[in-house]
């Protein structure tokens, strides 16, 4: 069985892929998440889960690449075409949440798993990747109930100065797509792509 190493640090992503029923170690991926000129919100959100993964991938010694996978993740706010990054105050917190209130936006989730193809001759690098979009539509928000909002202090480290599995959930109307995916790890994909490099889940193990 061949060791599955997960390419960051989140709290929320390692619990999903732990409810998942892995068994995996952790490893932050240091890498410049710059959104590069002209880049689609979409190019951008798979570039990096395929960075992450390769990252930490390429950093193995060759021995032990070939008794690894690693799965990188990487998840973006986006409305109006527009990347929404973390708050760095709290003025830029209610600049953003204004801009998603009463609104749809979308989540994009990506993921991606990196290990050596032992099917090839060659036994090259094998990398698989999945988009995932989520709708989210907000309800209506004032600028005390954000200052609030961010007084608890979970805006902090969010990408689009939101948590949906936290107290920011009751913001949210409806959701059409992957709640996972929009905590930071789809568990549907997640099981399919890990399945395809020869790990299947508990639940589908003989």
Partial sequence: MKQLILASQSPRRKALLAQLGYQFITQAADIDESVQCNEHAQDYVVRLAKEKAQAIFLALPVQQQTQSIVIGSDTSVVIEGEILGKPANEAECIATLLR???????????????????????????????????????????????????????????????????IGGQFVTTIKGSYSAVVGLPLYETVQLLAQVGLPSSLSQA
């Avoid at 209506?140 to 909002?149: F, Q, S």
């Avoid at 805006?155 to 599995?165: R, V, W």
Wanted: aromatic share 6%; proline share 1%.
């Fill in 100 to 166: 998603l209130e009463n609104k749809q936006h979308q989540v994009l989730t990506a993921i991606a798993v990196i290990t050596r193809d032992q099917r090839s001759q060659d036994q090259r690098n094998e990398t698989l990747s999945k988009l995932i979009v989520t709708q989210v539509q907000f309800k209506a928000l004032t600028v005390d109930e954000i200052k609030r909002y961010w007084n608890t202090g979970e805006p902090c480290d969010k990408a689009g100065s939101y948590a949906i599995q936290g």
